[in-house]
């Protein structure tokens, strides 16, 4: 079994150097058992994001959608764009 994500990052964070992080992940990346592996990654979450700032998770799912002005359209929240309710005022 290779390096699980969490070590990676953990390895992988600029300027990064804790061993007691980097321990635990390694141990956690080869524990079999699931609930104690999930209770060592718990330890290096806390260790990287509770206890000190040192990663800062994000995400972004979102998209640029360019439209000609002279096109009056609706933006929805949720779900695909509805095509049918665009409207060409030229």
């Keep these: ?11 992988a964070v600029a300027g990064h150097e804790d061993a007691e992080v980097d321990d635990l ?14 209770e060592l990654y718990k330890q290096v979450e806390q260790m990287m994001i509770g206890d000190e700032v040192r990663i800062a998770p994000f995400t972004h799912d979102g998209y640029t959608t360019l439209t000609k002005p002279f096109i009056e359209r609706g933006y929805p929240t949720f779900g695909p764009a509805q095509w049918d309710r665009w409207n060409i005022n030229q």
């Design 1 to 11: 079994m290779g390096p699980s994500i969490i070590e990676e990052v953990v390895v």
């Design 25 to 38: 992940a390694a141990q956690a990346s080869k524990e079999t058992d699931p609930e104690k592996r999930k």
